[in-house]
């Protein structure tokens, strides 16, 4: 069974640098195929993609976020971390990761996608 | 930049009611879509993938459609479970629709 568990501060102040850890179970970063992704989603928004990570060290970044964001993998360790740098009032949000598998896409042009399929609840960052 | 349109934003229907909800992109080059669930307080959960293909769990009444810039997800008999809103989401750059609350009449 998948499950990931998201933990970091609750309370940041605004300029600071907010990291997110991602705990995971039921599955390997080393497996081919597998990825974590981080979505957050302000209070009554729509989720917003932030960034991704899969086996081979492939990273997908939200490019809306101006190089704010850094994504690590510790697969050892079966964690995932994101670092936002210069956090404002506006990236209050739940911050969740989930689980991805990865999908080939008939073209043209042909690509591969990655699926959320396993989330875990989240983690509530307020700034300010 | 591509835009995701997601319509209607609020929907209300009758339990047994079909009811569809559409996203749109503004570009149409081999997009594919996800459609996720989610109800107050609980994590987004995946329905569909790639356009069309049912999530492993996922009730059968769900489906998604759609190719080029439109795309769907119906819901063939509305059930009082399913009262949640619902995103669409551009698996091409993962960019997600504004979400349509579904309530029951």
């Known amino acids: 069974q998948i499950t990931l568990k998201e933990s970091g501060p609750t309370l940041a102040r605004p300029t600071e640098t907010l990291t997110v850890t991602c705990t995971f179970s039921?599955?390997?970063?080393?497996?081919?195929?597998?990825?974590v992704g981080w979505i957050r989603q302000a209070p009554g928004k729509a989720p917003e993609w932030l960034a991704l990570?899969?086996?081979?060290?492939?990273?997908r970044l939200n490019p809306s976020l101006n190089n704010r964001l850094t994504i690590t993998k510790d697969s050892p360790g079966n964690r995932v971390v994101l670092t936002m740098t210069n956090v404002d009032r506006v990236d209050t949000a739940t911050y969740f990761c989930?689980?991805?598998?990865?999908?080939?896409?008939?073209?043209?042009?042909?690509?591969?996608?990655?699926?959320?399929?396993?989330w875990g609840l989240g983690t509530t960052v307020t700034v300010s | 930049d591509i835009q995701l349109t997601q319509s209607p934003a609020f929907l209300s229907a009758s339990i047994g009611d079909r009811v569809t909800i559409t996203c749109r992109t503004s570009?149409?080059?081999?997009?594919?879509v996800a459609w996720y669930q989610q109800r107050p307080g609980k994590a987004p959960q995946l329905l569909v993938y790639?356009?069309?293909a049912l999530e492993s769990g996922a009730p059968s009444r769900f489906s998604g459609s759609g190719s080029g810039t439109e795309f769907t997800l119906t819901i063939s008999s509305l059930q009082p479970e399913d009262c949640a809103t619902y995103f669409c989401q551009h698996l091409n750059t993962y960019l997600f629709g504004q979400g349509t609350k579904v309530e029951i009449k």
């Open positions: 039921g599955f390997s970063l080393r497996t081919s195929g597998a990825a």
């Open positions: 570009q149409g080059m081999n997009n594919y």
């Open positions: 990570i899969s086996w081979d060290n492939d990273r």
């Open positions: 790639g356009t069309s």
């Open positions: 989930a689980h991805a598998r990865r999908h080939y896409a008939s073209g043209p042009p042909a690509f591969y996608y990655f699926v959320m399929d396993v």
